[in-house]
Structure formats: C-alpha cells, structure tokens
C-alpha cells in the first residue's frame, strides 16, 4: 500500500542483489555534522557523524570502535554517545520512495539495549 492508501501498480524496487541481502548496521553517534550548502530534499535535516560497529567492538565496549567513520542521516534525533541501527547504500534511500534524495546511510532506529549470545554457531539463525 502507499500513503494514500491505494495499492501500487508497479513492484516496490529492490536495489540489492538477493544473494547479497539487507544488511542493517549497528553504529556509535560520535558527532554532529553542519552542512554549508545542501541539496534542497535535505536542507533542514539532521545529520551524525558515526562509527560502524563490528563484533569485536561490541564485545569490548570499553574501547573506542576502530572503523572508519560516516555520514549519516538522521530523522531520529539519535544524541552523541547512542547506538543506532542504520542502513547503506540504496537501501538508505528506500524509506524516501517514490521521492529521490541524495543519502547514502539511513538512521533507521536508535537501539536502548543489546543483548549478544557468546558462544553461537555463526549463521546458524537459530532462534530458538
């Protein structure tokens, strides 16, 4: 269904190859970006300097992460120091379909607790 409430007539696109899937992130807010100029669908809009977390990072969070930081963008209002659940690359931009806008990483949640397993299979998915 679309926002108004009538069905599309076309399939919703997807980006990303089915072998490669959806990936949602998790990351570290670490600061506050201020755009001099912007493109128009995103003037007024927030957005976060964050570090994408790996396993490791998550296991020993009394150490800083070590990835590379980005850009994110940020309808959430996530606060320095929160972890956020994020989305790259086209799938960044789905939320805005049928609109275009120029966003390459998507805040899509801000997490309030993580709970790990230590000691499963990797890729096991099971749930039980």
Request: charged share 20%.
């Amino acid at each position: 269904m679309s926002l108004t409430g009538q069905s599309r007539t076309t399939p919703h696109p997807n980006p990303l190859p089915k072998e490669r899937g959806q990936i949602m992130r998790i990351g570290k807010v670490i600061g506050n970006v201020t755009l001099s100029r912007a493109h128009d669908s995103v003037t007024g809009t927030q957005w976060k300097l964050v570090v994408p977390m790996n396993l490791d990072d998550l296991h020993n969070l009394d150490t800083e992460p070590t990835s590379e930081e980005l850009v994110v963008y940020d309808a959430l209002s996530a606060g320095i120091g929160e972890w956020i659940a994020f989305s790259e690359g086209a799938e960044a931009a789905m939320p805005f379909y049928p609109n275009l806008k120029p966003v390459c990483a998507y805040n899509a949640a801000i997490i309030d607790e993580l709970t790990l397993e230590v000691g499963r299979e990797q890729g096991t998915g099971n749930r039980e």
